[in-house]
Protein backbone atom coordinates (compact mmCIF):
# COMPACT_ATOMS: atom_id res chain seq x y z
CA UNK A 1 0.00 0.00 0.00
CA UNK A 2 0.93 3.60 -0.67
CA UNK A 3 1.45 6.45 0.98
CA UNK A 4 -1.80 8.03 -0.48
CA UNK A 5 -4.02 5.27 0.01
CA UNK A 6 -2.25 5.20 3.62
CA UNK A 7 -3.46 8.45 3.97
CA UNK A 8 -6.57 8.01 2.29
CA UNK A 9 -8.05 5.16 4.74
CA UNK A 10 -6.34 7.12 7.93
CA UNK A 11 -8.59 10.45 6.59
CA UNK A 12 -11.63 8.04 5.74
CA UNK A 13 -11.26 6.77 9.57
CA UNK A 14 -11.24 10.15 11.17
CA UNK A 15 -14.65 11.49 9.67
CA UNK A 16 -15.75 7.72 10.44
CA UNK A 17 -17.87 6.72 13.72
CA UNK A 18 -15.80 3.93 13.69
CA UNK A 19 -12.72 2.67 16.34
CA UNK A 20 -9.74 1.95 14.68
CA UNK A 21 -10.40 -1.89 15.38
CA UNK A 22 -13.58 -1.51 13.68
CA UNK A 23 -12.24 0.36 10.75
CA UNK A 24 -9.71 -1.98 10.29
CA UNK A 25 -11.79 -4.84 10.29
CA UNK A 26 -13.85 -3.48 7.74
CA UNK A 27 -11.36 -2.65 5.52
CA UNK A 28 -9.41 -5.55 5.93
CA UNK A 29 -6.55 -3.73 7.16
CA UNK A 30 -3.91 -5.09 9.85
CA UNK A 31 -4.38 -3.41 13.06
CA UNK A 32 -1.27 -2.63 14.40
CA UNK A 33 -0.37 -1.05 11.22
CA UNK A 34 -2.67 1.17 10.73
CA UNK A 35 -1.80 2.30 14.08
CA UNK A 36 1.62 3.09 12.82
CA UNK A 37 0.42 5.08 9.74
CA UNK A 38 -2.03 7.07 11.82
CA UNK A 39 0.59 7.77 14.39
CA UNK A 40 3.20 9.01 12.07
CA UNK A 41 0.46 10.64 9.66
CA UNK A 42 -1.07 12.60 13.23
CA UNK A 43 2.41 13.39 13.73
CA UNK A 44 3.54 15.08 10.21
CA UNK A 45 -0.18 16.82 10.05
CA UNK A 46 0.54 18.35 13.47
CA UNK A 47 4.49 19.83 12.94
CA UNK A 48 3.59 20.78 9.50
CA UNK A 49 -0.12 23.02 10.62
CA UNK A 50 1.88 24.49 13.19
CA UNK A 51 2.28 27.88 11.98
CA UNK A 52 5.88 29.60 12.42
CA UNK A 53 4.69 32.73 13.76
CA UNK A 54 1.30 33.18 15.92
CA UNK A 55 -0.53 36.27 16.34
CA UNK A 56 0.07 38.08 19.54
CA UNK A 57 -1.82 40.72 21.15
CA UNK A 58 -0.58 43.70 22.20
CA UNK A 59 -1.26 45.68 25.52
CA UNK A 60 -0.12 48.55 27.19
CA UNK A 61 -0.76 49.01 31.08
CA UNK A 62 -0.16 52.71 30.84
CA UNK A 63 -3.04 52.80 33.22
CA UNK A 64 -1.95 51.00 36.43
CA UNK A 65 2.31 51.67 35.59
CA UNK A 66 3.81 54.13 33.52
CA UNK A 67 6.25 53.53 30.44
CA UNK A 68 5.51 49.32 31.09
CA UNK A 69 3.93 46.91 27.88
CA UNK A 70 3.28 43.42 28.22
CA UNK A 71 3.06 40.76 25.26
CA UNK A 72 0.48 38.01 25.91
CA UNK A 73 1.37 35.40 23.89
CA UNK A 74 -1.46 32.52 23.16
CA UNK A 75 0.16 29.79 25.67
CA UNK A 76 -0.40 32.49 28.68
CA UNK A 77 3.60 33.44 28.56
CA UNK A 78 4.10 37.12 29.04
CA UNK A 79 6.38 39.72 27.98
CA UNK A 80 6.73 42.59 30.21
CA UNK A 81 8.78 45.62 28.90
CA UNK A 82 9.26 48.07 30.69
CA UNK A 83 10.95 50.60 28.38
CA UNK A 84 9.02 53.54 26.60
CA UNK A 85 11.78 52.82 23.45
CA UNK A 86 11.30 49.32 23.28
CA UNK A 87 7.87 49.44 23.21
CA UNK A 88 7.80 51.99 20.84
CA UNK A 89 9.67 49.36 18.39
CA UNK A 90 7.01 46.32 18.85
CA UNK A 91 4.65 47.70 16.49
CA UNK A 92 6.90 48.19 13.19
CA UNK A 93 8.22 44.50 14.22
CA UNK A 94 4.58 43.72 13.75
CA UNK A 95 4.55 44.32 10.34
CA UNK A 96 8.06 42.30 9.08
Given at each position: MNQQQRQTHVRAYERSS????????????????????????????????????????IKSSTATMRNRGILEFPNGIKLVINSLVLLAQIPGLMDL
Amino acid sequence: MNQQQRQTHVRAYERSSQSKRAYTRKHNLNYSQFLYWHQKLTEQTAVSDTPDFVPVDIKSSTATMRNRGILEFPNGIKLVINSLVLLAQIPGLMDL
